[in-house]
């Protein structure tokens, strides 16, 4: 089923707004302790037991290899300002930041090639990624009410 | 300046290895118990402060994005097996399926475009990145000590 630029665009932009009530809704915790000692407090506590250093491994080298194909793209589609979505993985969140440049991108792409659709996708393809989103989310909200409970 | 395919390739090649060897050099400590275990004593390990929290949510929704974005590509590109890589990234690591799907990705471009240039960057974007990966590395070893 081909997926048009705009339904992707909403999905992606859905995903960053929610990524950022998923990230900022722990990281508000450290907020008081200013810009300095919030960055302190956090990378200290990523490093307090191995699952937690890994998952910290794993973002970052995750986002080093995809951010290294932002820019071949921003630098093939023309697409300005890409060290940004980098300061803003860090000051933000990989997954805020992410999933913005994936929208400019589709802009950037549209104004290259008016065709609408951004592509294809099988049904099972769109079954599987609606089922991953459920899961992502509802793990989200538990995680959530762990640090505001 | 142009920057090949081979060159890109071999970059991510690198992070893959470093990524696994980061990885699992830390999930190692939960080895011992069993694979039933060991998922709960990692997924507990991850919960234990905001911060754990706050990465964990923040891998899993970038993981969202970038597996749309695969799935569009390996279907555009005729990559097969494209949901083998979200199973490697649930059961090896995310930062070490994405790299190798990087790397069939431009092999699937070559076979479509027979340029060996896998696209340009200017010398402060190799220098950033080159900064990047020290400060990844340097914070990997950090981990493992």
Redesign the interface.
Known sequence: MS?SRRI?CQ??GL??V??FF???G??F??VHLGFFGCQG?????????????????????????????M???A??LGMRG??IY?LFFIIV???VS??IF?INRERALAALDANAS?????RS?VV??IL??VV?IT??IV?LY??WS | MNVSRRAVCQVYGLIAVLALVGTWGNNIAYLPEGFVSFQRTFWGGTLVNPSSRSITVDIFFFGLAIFAWMIMEARRLGIRYVWLYVLVSMTVATSVAVPVFMINRERALASRDTTSIAGTLSRSDVAGLIAMAIVMVAYTVVTLL
């Open positions: 997926i992707l999905a992606y995903i960053a929610l990524a998923g990230t900022w722990h990281n915790v450290y407090a956090m990378w200290r506590d990523s490093l307090i037991n191995p699952a937690a250093r890994s998952n910290t491994v794993d973002v970052a080298f995750f986002g080093l290899a995809v951010f290294i194909c820019i071949l793209e630098r093939r890409i060290w980098a969140g990989i997954s992410g999933p994936m951004a592509g294809t996708l099988r393809d599987g990624l991953g989103a992502v793990y989200t995680l762990m640090t």
